[in-house]
């Protein structure tokens, strides 16, 4: 079983900055990739941003040139940091991952709980 805990939300003024984390746990062979989704009431999830094993990043359209996805493949940890924040960008953001946890395995993809970015004007 893999584990995924997302920390660094909160409050913060439109234009100001944000680091969230996502530190993956447990049975972990390897990690294919992680990410960002995000989701308010009402909507559907949507991708924020994804990093691979080799650091290919991948960014929706809305975040692109504001936030930045990296990870600490030594800490299986992936970073998002959010600059220019718009009252937009309010929501639940929720960390993704695609992990093999053994040798010969298909990955499989795990979800954390989530953590709320809230923009105030």
């Known amino acids: 079983q893999v584990q995924l805990v997302e920390s660094g939300g909160g409050l913060v003024r439109a234009g100001g900055s944000l680091r969230l984390a996502c530190a993956a746990s447990?049975?972990?062979?390897?990690?294919?990739?992680m990410g960002w989704y995000r989701q308010t009431p009402g909507k559907q999830r949507e991708l924020v941003g994804t990093?691979?094993?080799?650091?290919?990043?991948n960014y929706a359209d809305s975040v692109k040139g504001r936030f930045t996805i990296s990870r600490d493949s030594a800490k299986n940890t992936v970073y998002l940091l959010m600059n220019s924040l718009k009252l937009e960008d309010t929501a639940v953001y929720y960390c993704?991952?695609?992990?093999?946890?053994?040798?010969?395995?298909?990955?499989?993809?795990?979800w954390g709980q989530g953590t709320q970015v809230t923009v105030s004007s």
């Open positions: 993704n991952a695609a992990v093999v946890t053994g040798s010969g395995r298909l990955p499989s993809v795990y």
């Open positions: 447990g049975s972990i062979f390897s990690i294919i990739y």
């Open positions: 990093i691979t094993s080799g650091d290919i990043t």
